[in-house]
């Protein structure tokens, strides 16, 4: 596409200063007359979001209200109840990080809590993850860790990270739902690395779970320091607003009051029901007229920010576990989506902004600039007479949007003035809303995940088929083949392959009991398999 011209740049900027936000849409190859044909949709999408937050039942698959709006406005709630909880738990939230602090809640050997550890998930960790690294400094009040995964080896590298701090490390539980695998096993993990310290979890530990869930339970019986609710009408991937990103923020004594506020600040800006006046409502739009409203470009996210690197994937999850749906609405087959991947800029353009470049046409980039490089009070450095890095950031940012344009490609720019807690909820915030009106727009539920579910079940089976396998090859009393472990397990032909990697998977961690004879010929689907003594 050619460059636009400043007429055409002025007509598509949005820039709120109250807000510190520019967004810059003019170089999206928007169809003729693009505004005017969506008008219908995009009033019929404000009012979908406007009795979202009232209350209606926006996740009709799942049944319930989708509220994380409230969460920074909680006079909003339709429910006093809604209302009353959300208030107390902030308090609740304030109250113990206070507490940790001061050292009133302390561990059970040392005077106080220096480290947090987070175990969660997917919804349950990207947004803690994306504002540690975003807003975290040395002189943070405690030095926070995650499990994010049900990797043995990821595991013992955080336990390694957190070496002799183990007696001084609070862990936080994060499940909305309570029962996710990867994050029990994270749990027990770090469990028993407080018993073999000849500790007790239970005092170290405090869970932010729905109430009565399997999670919930576990830490009421076990005596957790605390509990924290979720409730269902906030989803995983809308949640760091909620306790499960405001606990640990405040625990490391992260500005939670900033994030809200930016987060509340955005929300105003973004119901207005105009389209050009709408920064959500344009980025919705820019992504409908860039993939034709099905998908058919990526999303590269481009912040030039180390910090803001983690944002790429926190979005990733956001745009691709909400739009992401097989069926509309109407329960059509639509296939629908939007691929988001990125990392950082200027990095990038060492990387795959070659492709980008020269490459297949098949995404549209979103640049996020921060206008303020460096923090005022940090000392300027000049790389050559009047020239900082971050006049060299600012250049490799407006210099590749240029390359891009120059070789026809789309792309989006985000402005703000400075990286805060408040722009950083501005931004949550932001994607947050332009995700809920572009679901609408294309007749998708962004509040479920019924892909995500299905996996939870399949890893389960894969599971459950292990331990009958095990049993199998423990109980033969001689080595057996692939075809009898099959036909003893009842697993089915279309599951030998499944069975196969079982056994290799068993034969590899001696733990198990499980070894393997090869078969002469080298062939791994003649392999034997036999208990080991
Ligand atoms: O956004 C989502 O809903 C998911 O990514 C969940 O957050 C993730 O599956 C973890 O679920 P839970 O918080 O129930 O452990």
């Not at 510190?20 to 009033?43: C, H, T, Y």
């Not at 790429?312 to 992401?324: A, F, I, P, R």
């Given at each position: 596409?050619?460059?636009?011209?400043?007429?055409?740049?002025?007509?598509?900027?949005?820039?709120?200063?109250?807000?510190?936000?520019?967004?810059?849409?003019?170089?999206?190859?928007?169809?003729?007359?693009?505004?005017?044909?969506?008008?219908?949709?995009?009033?019929?999408?404000?009012?979908?979001?406007?009795?979202?937050?009232?209350?209606?039942?926006?996740?009709?698959?799942?049944?319930?209200?989708?509220?994380?709006?409230?969460?920074?406005?909680?006079?909003?709630?339709?429910?006093?109840?809604?209302?009353?909880?959300?208030?107390?738990?902030?308090?609740?939230?304030?109250?113990?990080?206070?507490?940790v602090h001061?050292g009133?809640?302390r561990p059970?050997?040392a005077p106080k809590f220096t480290?947090?550890?987070?175990?969660?998930?997917?919804?349950?960790?990207?947004?803690?993850?994306?504002?540690?690294?975003?807003?975290?400094?040395?002189?943070?009040?405690?030095?926070?860790?995650?499990?994010?995964?049900?990797?043995?080896?990821?595991?013992?590298?955080?336990?390694?990270?957190?070496?002799?701090?183990?007696?001084r490390?609070?862990?936080?539980?994060?499940?909305?739902?309570?029962?996710?695998?990867?994050?029990?096993?994270?749990?027990?993990?770090?469990?028993?690395?407080?018993?073999?310290?000849?500790?007790?979890?239970?005092?170290?530990?405090?869970?932010?779970?729905?109430?009565?869930?399997?999670?919930?339970?576990?830490?009421?019986?076990?005596?957790?320091?605390?509990?924290?609710?979720?409730?269902?009408?906030?989803?995983?991937?809308?949640?760091?607003?909620?306790?499960?990103?405001?606990?640990?923020?405040?625990?490391?004594?992260?500005?939670?009051?900033?994030?809200?506020?930016?987060?509340?600040?955005?929300?105003?800006?973004?119901?207005?029901?105009?389209?050009?006046?709408?920064?959500?409502?344009?980025?919705?739009?820019?992504?409908?007229?860039?993939?034709?409203?099905?998908?058919?470009?990526?999303?590269?996210?481009?912040?030039?920010?180390?910090?803001?690197?983690?944002?790429?994937?926190?979005?990733?999850?956001?745009?691709?576990?909400?739009?992401?749906?097989?069926?509309?609405?109407?329960?059509?087959?639509?296939?629908?989506?939007?691929?988001?991947?990125?990392?950082?800029?200027?990095?990038?353009?060492?990387?795959?902004?070659?492709?980008?470049?020269?490459?297949?046409?098949?995404?549209?980039?979103?640049?996020?600039?921060?206008?303020?490089?460096?923090?005022?009070?940090?000392?300027?450095?000049?790389?050559?007479?009047?020239?900082?890095?971050?006049?060299?950031?600012?250049?490799?940012?407006?210099?590749?949007?240029?390359?891009?344009?120059?070789?026809?490609?789309?792309?989006?720019?985000?402005?703000?003035?400075?990286?805060?807690?408040?722009?950083?909820?501005?931004?949550?915030?932001?994607?947050?809303?332009?995700?809920?009106?572009?679901?609408?727009?294309?007749?998708?539920?962004?509040?479920?995940?019924?892909?995500?579910?299905?996996?939870?079940?399949?890893?389960?089976?894969?599971?459950?088929?292990?331990?009958?396998?095990?049993?199998?090859?423990?109980?033969?009393?001689?080595?057996?083949?692939?075809?009898?472990?099959?036909?003893?397990?009842?697993?089915?032909?279309?599951?030998?392959?499944?069975?196969?990697?079982?056994?290799?998977?068993?034969?590899?961690?001696?733990?198990?009991?499980?070894?393997?004879?090869?078969?002469?010929?080298?062939?791994?689907?003649?392999?034997?398999?036999?208990?080991?003594?």
């Open positions: 596409m050619p460059t636009p011209s400043f007429a055409a740049f002025r007509a598509h900027l949005f820039h709120d200063a109250a807000l510190g936000l520019s967004v810059d849409v003019s170089r999206i190859a928007w169809p003729a007359d693009f505004f005017a044909a969506m008008e219908e949709q995009a009033q019929a999408a404000f009012r979908h979001m406007a009795a979202l937050e009232a209350g209606s039942v926006a996740n009709p698959d799942e049944g319930r209200q989708v509220g994380h709006y409230w969460l920074r406005a909680p006079e909003l709630a339709p429910a006093p109840a809604q209302r009353a909880a959300i208030e107390s738990t902030l308090a609740q939230v304030r109250a113990f990080a206070h507490a001061a009133r809640i059970q050997r480290d947090v550890l987070v175990v969660g998930i997917g919804g349950s960790a990207l947004g803690p993850q994306l504002a540690t690294a975003c807003l975290g400094t040395p002189a943070d009040r405690m030095r926070v860790h995650f499990f994010d995964n049900t990797d043995p080896d990821g595991i013992d590298q955080v336990l390694d990270g957190i070496g002799d701090a183990l007696p490390t609070l862990v936080v539980v994060v499940s909305k739902s309570g029962g996710t695998q990867e994050t029990r096993n994270g749990m027990l993990e770090v469990r028993a690395a407080f018993e073999s310290a000849g500790l007790s979890f239970a005092r170290h530990a405090a869970a932010v779970t729905g109430v009565g869930s399997q999670l919930d339970r576990y830490a009421q019986g076990e005596g957790f320091l605390a509990r924290f609710p979720m409730w269902d009408w906030v989803g995983g991937r809308t949640s760091e607003l909620s306790a499960v990103g405001l606990l640990p923020a405040a625990l490391q004594g992260l500005d939670i009051d900033g994030m809200l506020a930016g987060a509340r600040a955005m929300d105003a800006a973004t119901r207005v029901p105009a389209a050009r006046q709408n920064p959500a409502m344009l980025l919705a739009l820019a992504w409908h007229a860039a993939t034709g409203g099905a998908g058919r470009r990526d999303m590269v996210v481009l912040p030039y920010r180390d910090r803001l690197q983690l944002f790429s994937k926190y979005l990733q999850q956001l745009v691709m576990e909400s739009l992401g749906k097989r069926h509309d609405l109407q329960g059509r087959e639509v296939f629908q989506g939007l691929a988001v991947y990125g990392n950082k800029g200027s990095t990038d353009q060492h990387a795959y902004v070659q492709q980008l470049r020269d490459g297949i046409d098949n995404f549209f980039v979103t640049f996020i600039e921060v206008l303020e490089t460096r923090a005022p009070e940090r000392t300027v450095v000049e790389v050559e007479p009047g020239v900082t890095s971050g006049d060299y950031l600012f250049g490799f940012l407006r210099g590749t949007r240029r390359a891009l344009t120059d070789s026809g490609r789309q792309s989006i720019t985000l402005t703000l003035d400075r990286l805060d807690a408040a722009s950083l909820g501005m931004l949550i915030a932001l994607f947050e809303r332009a995700v809920g009106l572009y679901a609408h727009l294309v007749g998708v539920n962004a509040y479920h995940q019924p892909g995500v579910e299905a996996g939870k079940k399949a890893a389960q089976a894969v599971v459950a088929l292990q331990q009958i396998v095990h049993a199998t090859v423990q109980a033969a009393g001689r080595s057996l083949g692939l075809a009898d472990i099959v036909r003893a397990v009842g697993a089915g032909d279309d599951n030998q392959e499944t069975v196969l990697a079982i056994l290799r998977h068993l034969a590899a961690h001696p733990d198990k009991g499980v070894a393997c004879e090869p078969h002469v010929s080298g062939d791994l689907c003649e392999a034997r398999w036999v208990a080991r003594r």
